[in-house]
């Protein structure tokens, strides 16, 4: 069993920032891809970032230069930081992380979400 469990949501004004953290836990061997994800309400969910086992990272242009992915693989945790925030930022924040338990097959796990509003 693994489980992702996020923290660090809240409500915040517009220009503020927010750290977000993602641990993972249970049967662990590796984990490849980390990321968050976010589903504001009536919209599809959408990468905002993404970090690779190595550190490489990638982001969704509507964060680029305001948001940062970085983990600590020894912790299994990701952690998304958010400066700059604006009211069009607000969503349920989504982890999610590719995760080897030891057998052939890597599996997606889910953290079960936490909620950013922005002000204005």
């Known amino acids: 069993q693994v489980q992702l469990v996020e923290s660090g949501g809240g409500l915040v004004q517009a220009g503020g920032s927010l750290r977000l953290s993602c641990a993972a836990s249970?049967?662990?061997?590796?984990?490849?891809?980390m990321a968050w994800y976010r589903q504001a309400p009536g919209k599809q969910r959408e990468l905002v970032a993404v970090?690779?086992?190595?550190?490489?990272?990638n982001y969704a242009d509507s964060v680029k230069g305001r948001f940062t992915i970085s983990r600590d693989n020894a912790e299994n945790t990701v952690y998304l930081q958010m400066n700059s925030l604006k009211p069009e930022d607000t969503a349920v924040y989504y982890c999610?992380?590719?995760?080897?338990?030891?057998?052939?097959?890597?599996?997606?796990?889910w953290g079960q979400g936490t909620q950013i509003t922005v002000s204005s």
């Open positions: 999610n992380a590719a995760i080897n338990s030891g057998g052939p097959y890597i599996y997606d796990y």
């Open positions: 249970g049967s662990i061997f590796s984990i490849n891809v």
């Open positions: 970090i690779t086992s190595g550190g490489r990272t």
